[in-house]
T-cell receptor
Framework: GDSVTQMEGPVTLSEEAFLTINCTYT??????LFWYVQYPGEGLQLLLK?????DKGSNKGFEATYRKETTSFHLEKGSVQVSDSAVYFC??????????????FGKGTKLSVKP | GAVVSQHPSRVICKSGTSVKIECRSL??????MFWYRQFPKQSLMLMAT?????????EQGVEKDKFLINHASLTLSTLTVTSAHPEDSSFYIC?????????????FGDGTRLSIL
């Protein structure tokens, strides 16, 4: 079945450092890809999404490009802030069949940014 | 836009109690709502998917008689944990989606921390 693999954390960075969180997927169809962020004690917030190959999602300085050839959707940010500390989840939405639209999540990567 | 409100945010109750959690889409109509369970330091586990006016579809291993889901309108879904026991203690999160199709994002509530004593 479809699955999402993302790099295990925790990731600890200093403020203004460059961030990359790797995410790869396996899917039999043409999924849409998402990054969600979860701040402590809260639900998930959609950070960005991409719905087809070569699409780039971006929001709040974060970017991720849908790479079909490498089945990847890595999250990047050029300069992180303390307020970016959270858990980041990569997810795919199955593109067809009875489970269309159901999200499959990676295990999450905890990011801690130190001042 | 796309705000999902989940209530209550925290519940502490005795074993054997039934607990109802509400999930509302405040500014959009949700054709589909999802209920997840999240264990500490783990990812979200989909429990069930509900479409307005029809019975929920439960994931394998989730007891439908234990976790009752009602999706009575396009803006409200409820999850009732019946006769809760300590092993039901967890973080429950709902999400809602408008329209169909894999490109439509799910919008999440802030979750409910359930603690059964």
């Amino acid at each position: 079945g479809d699955s999402v693999t993302q790099m295990e954390g925790p990731v600890t960075l200093s403020e203004e450092a460059f961030l990359t969180i790797n995410c790869t997927y396996t899917a039999t169809g043409y999924p849409s890809l998402f990054w969600y962020v979860q701040y402590p004690g809260e639900g998930l917030q959609l950070l960005l999404k991409a719905t087809k190959a070569d699409d780039k999602g971006s929001n709040k300085g974060f970017e991720a490009t849908y790479r079909k050839e490498t089945t990847s959707f890595h999250l990047e940010k050029g300069s992180v802030q303390v307020s970016d500390s959270a858990v980041y989840f990569c997810a795919l939405s199955e593109g067809y069949g009875g489970s269309q639209g159901n999200l499959i999540f990676g295990k999450g990567t905890k990011l801690s940014v130190k001042p | 836009g796309a705000v999902v409100s989940q209530h209550p945010s925290r519940v502490i109750c005795k074993s054997g109690t039934s607990v109802k959690i509400e999930c509302r889409s405040l500014d959009f109509q949700a054709t589909t709502m999802f209920w997840y369970r999240q264990f500490p330091k783990q990812s979200l586990m989909l429990m069930a998917t509900s479409n307005e006016g029809s019975k929920a579809t439960y994931e394998q291993g989730v007891e439908k008689d234990k976790f009752l889901i009602n999706h009575a309108s396009l803006t409200l879904s409820t999850l009732t944990v019946t006769s809760a026991h300590p092993e039901d203690s967890s973080f429950y999160i709902c999400s809602a989606r408008t329209g169909t199709g894999s490109s439509q994002p799910q919008h999440f509530g802030d979750g409910t921390r359930l603690s059964i004593l």
